[in-house]
Nanobody
Framework: EVQLVESGGGLVQAGGSLRLSCAAS????????IGWFRQAPGKEREGVSC????????NNADSVLGRFTMSIDNAKNTVILQMNSLKPEDTAIYYC??????????????????????WGQGTHVTVSS
């Protein structure tokens, strides 16, 4: 079965760090674009970070620039989202998604949920003040 499985969410104080993982099952990330999204209660799903296995392009939302970093663990077929200097406004359900897009959006353009067809179940992140 082809699926994405997120892990690593939890409760952390403001200023702290969390490391989210997105593991692929039933396929490999080769040639895929991976996106991290988040959705807070009552808000639309927001694209946070993007990484392309295909061409190496990346994209990060302005709200997380300098704080969140995506990386690849090829041995585990896993993508990591390292989140530092967390703020209460980062509280949300975080989802990873994948699709054969070729490249991430150019810097300045949004990472759009509608472009991604394969989604994980989400992991909760709560940042207390």
């Amino acid at each position: 079965e082809v699926q994405l499985v997120e892990s690593g969410g939890g409760l952390v104080q403001a200023g702290g760090s969390l490391r989210l993982s997105c593991a692929a099952s039933g396929f490999t990330f080769d040639d895929y674009v991976i996106g991290w999204f988040r959705q807070a209660p009552g808000k639309e799903r927001e694209g946070v970070s993007c990484l392309s296995y295909s061409d190496g392009s990346t994209n990060n939302a302005d709200s997380v620039l300098g704080r969140f970093t995506m990386s690849i663990d090829n041995a585990k077929n896993t993508v990591i989202l390292q989140m530092n200097s967390l703020k209460p406004e980062d509280t949300a359900i975080y989802y990873c998604a994948a699709d054969l897009l070729g490249a991430c959006p150019t810097t300045g353009y949004r990472i759009r949920a509608a472009d991604f067809g394969l989604w994980g179940q989400g992991t909760h992140v709560t940042v207390s003040s």
